[in-house]
């Protein structure tokens, strides 16, 4: 979208690049005209000047209470946020999209949840709140395969809430057998609902290599573990999906996954500690160090907190440490948490949050994460929690 600095920003660059003002009445010559063509189509191609499309989503929803419901839609690294009026299970939304882009429309408990693409156009979305997984959307071609897929997806949802249900019934009712022969079933249709989900999502991406879509597919896809698959997946795309800003986001991910991959050197980094003091990666070399990524409110990270204390402890005076970077944007709470946990080793925060630059470095989108590096500074291992961290130090030490 253009901006009043966008727009300020390409008036400069025309005075920049013109050698002098265009006269409306005199003849230009050809290279003139030639080089001011190419100019405009610099300009035009520039992000700030990319085409924008307007969308109106049209909904109509049985059984959905008055009130509004929401529209988050965008790229990973740029969300934004409607909201729309709902009067007798209907709303609109209207905006604009540079590309086709993944959005879920929601209300405020959630008993509304849509995942959906939006495109140009109208795109209609039409169900009932009592039946959320048959809800029907409908739009361009991009909107409709994405539709098709979503729904395939929610198909696999129907029996793991149904074993959900009854497992919740009998535990309300006090049927202790019921309910725990209900539990294991319900965590048996939960793993292969997890198998089946994973290989719709693959057959996606695969099927559907000029689809935009399965860019965003694979960005959620792709991890240390997947990392070459996702690589091979990714040169199959059509170069405007690779091309596209979910590409570009995809190959940047790709790009950092690859960085810091197990036996690649960890990159350096330096960040303040609970006093402001510089601490770098650097000064470790020489010891195993356990770079951990957590924060103050992640339940998760506290609960891993004694196993990694516990390895502390057992491995500190063989040769290993801890460096902890919280993601936290409190100091206060950052201080609570490392005081209420005991956390004896050092801890480096910038209180960016998700935005913490060393996080973005090593690629983190969730948290508890830690890397193991040896005394050469390499990386020997990702993601150890619990006895799997234990077992790693006893084979080093």
């Not at 419901?69 to 905006?95: E, N, Q, W």
């Not at 996606?204 to 860019?215: D, M, R, T, V, Y």
């Not at 919280?326 to 480096?348: P, R």
Request: charged share 25%; proline share 4%; with cysteine.
């Amino acid at each position: 979208m253009k901006t009043p600095q966008t727009e300020n920003k390409a008036a400069g660059a025309l005075r920049i690049l013109l050698p002098h003002p265009i006269n409306p009445v005199r003849k230009q010559p050809v290279s003139y005209l030639l080089m001011l063509f190419m100019i405009t189509v610099l300009l035009l191609s520039h992000p700030g000047f990319a085409q924008q499309h307007t969308f109106t989503l049209e909904g109509q929803m049985a059984n959905l209470p008055d009130g509004e419901v929401y529209l988050g839609f965008g790229t990973f690294g740029k969300m934004k946020a409607d909201t729309a009026a709902v009067k007798d299970g209907r709303f609109k939304i209207s905006d604009k999209v540079d590309e086709p882009c993944f959005a879920m429309l929601f209300n405020h408990d959630y008993s509304l949840k849509v995942d959906l693409y939006l495109d140009q156009g109208t795109i209609k979305v039409k169900g009932d709140l009592n039946a959320i997984y048959d809800v029907e959307v409908t739009g361009s071609p991009v909107v409709n395969e994405y539709a098709a897929y979503n729904y395939a997806q929610l198909q696999t949802r129907k029996p793991v809430q149904a074993v959900y249900e009854k497992w919740m019934a009998a535990y309300k009712a006090g049927d202790s057998a019921a309910a725990e022969n209900y539990k294991s079933g319900f965590e048996k249709a939960r793993n292969e609902q997890t198998d089946l989900s994973r290989k719709l999502q693959m057959d996606f991406i695969k099927n559907h290599p000029g689809s935009i879509a399965s860019a965003w597919e694979l960005l959620h896809y792709v991890n240390d573990h997947t990392l070459e698959e996702s690589k091979g997946l990714f040169a199959g795309f059509t170069e405007p999906v690779q091309h596209s800003l979910q590409g570009k986001e995809l190959a940047d991910r790709i790009a950092t996954l690859s960085r810091v991959q197990v036996g690649k050197a960890a990159p350096g980094f330096s960040q303040a500690d609970t006093a402001g003091l510089s601490v770098k990666l650097a000064d470790y070399k020489g010891k195993y160090v356990l770079l951990e990524f957590w924060a103050s409110w992640c339940a998760p990270c506290r609960a891993e907190s004694p196993n990694v204390l516990k390895a502390y402890d057992r491995f500190h005076d063989k040769g290993f440490t801890v460096l902890s970077v919280s993601l936290d944007n409190d100091k206060k709470k950052w201080l609570q948490a490392i005081e209420k946990d005991g956390l004896l080793w050092q801890q480096v925060s910038d209180l960016k949050g998700w935005k913490n630059d060393v996080a973005a470095l090593y690629g983190i989108h969730a948290v508890p994460a830690n890397f193991l590096i040896d005394p050469n500074g390499k990386i020997i291992a990702q993601d150890l929690r619990g006895e799997a961290l234990q077992e790693k130090l006893n084979q080093l030490f």
